[in-house]
């Protein structure tokens, strides 16, 4: 996972380790690297510049008295940035206080959402949940057979009224059957479109009203980069998304979107996708990422 991005940044800070007293220009030298692997990691470039100026701001003051060389010192510095970068803590699911807890799930086609459901339902299966899916994506003709297969698959329900009702409709009478069949988490199928249009958003909207869901979840390919981040940027704007779940990290996805998300949108990253294959999905811990890309 972000192979080239972790390269380069180990190696620009690998001549800072050993270092027992850094000078100004050392410390230059390394960050003007660290720039250059993020730009090549396709981060954006406001958060690139913010980035290196707090990490040079820290590095700055660092303390000889420490036990940790100065150098190693600044590589401290960078591991706790990027954690922050990518949202510091890592952000859990909000259950809601009376069950069943209403997850949304919203994307572009193609971005991995109906893997990503099923990956969920079945983390929540595995924790002793009863979750219930309702295919509330009445345009993609395979959609909501793809959900069944699915839901059969990991033998977890999956509500459906075919493609003739309107999506409102279908989640209203899917909430109804949750309460019915006693299922504790519901994940809301919607409608992915090529592109994001003010159809997509109003329908959206529209579910979001009638379901008050406790969580509003963008599924984003990983590997589109910035396209991911305004994605996820326009989705907020309308949606006010709970969270990220970003696909297709075990591609060769650069590190671009992971990095720049959480800054620019101001929603954090809950879970990652790292297959094709139906298993559990991985939350996402801001600081075991960093670390694995320090190396
Ligand atoms: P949707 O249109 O957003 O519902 O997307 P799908 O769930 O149908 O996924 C689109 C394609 O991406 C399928 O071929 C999935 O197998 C694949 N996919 C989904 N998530 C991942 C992931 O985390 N990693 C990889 N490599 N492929 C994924």
């Given amino acids: ?53 707090r990490v040079r701001e820290r590095a700055v003051g660092v303390d000889v008295q420490n036990s940790l060389t100065p150098g190693q010192q600044v590589v401290k510095i960078v591991y706790e940035e990027l954690t922050e970068l990518m949202g510091g803590e890592q952000a859990k699911i909000k259950m809601a206080a009376k069950p069943p807890t209403v997850i949304m799930l919203v994307g572009l086609q193609g971005a991995g959402k109906t893997t990503t459901i099923a990956k969920l339902a079945l983390s929540f299966k595995q924790h002793e949940h009863r979750p219930l ?46 309460q019915a069949q006693g299922a504790d988490i519901v994940l809301v199928d919607t409608a992915g479109r090529l592109h994001i ?3 997509l958003m109003k329908e959206l909207e529209d579910i979001q009203s009638l379901a008050e869901p406790d969580e509003v979840l963008l599924v984003v390919d990983a590997m589109t980069g910035q396209d991911a981040v305004h994605v996820a940027e326009t989705f907020h704007q ?28 101001g929603c954090p990253i809950k879970y990652v996708g790292l297959g094709e294959k139906i298993e559990p999905l991985q939350p996402f811990h801001p600081d075991r990422m960093a670390s694995r890309i320090l190396g």
Avoid: H
């Fill in 197 to 199: 249009d003010e159809d």
């Fill in 238 to 265: 309308r949606l006010s998304l709970t969270g990220v779940i970003l696909t297709k990290l075990d591609g060769d996805a650069r590190g671009g979107a992971a990095l720049t998300i959480r800054s620019a949108t």
């Fill in 1 to 53: 996972m972000f192979e080239a991005l972790s390269s380069s940044l180990q190696k620009a800070l690998s001549k800072l380790r050993s270092k027992g007293k850094l000078t100004e220009e050392d410390v230059a030298l390394a960050m003007r690297e660290v720039r250059l692997a993020l730009l090549a990691a396709d981060v954006n470039v406001k958060v690139i510049k913010q980035f290196v100026d």
């Fill in 133 to 178: 899916l309702i295919a509330a994506d009445v345009y993609r003709p395979a959609a909501i057979q793809q959900l069944e297969v699915l839901g059969t698959q990991i033998d977890v329900p999956v509500f459906q009224l075919g493609q003739s009702q309107l999506p409102k409709e279908i989640v209203r009478q899917g909430l109804r059957a949750a």
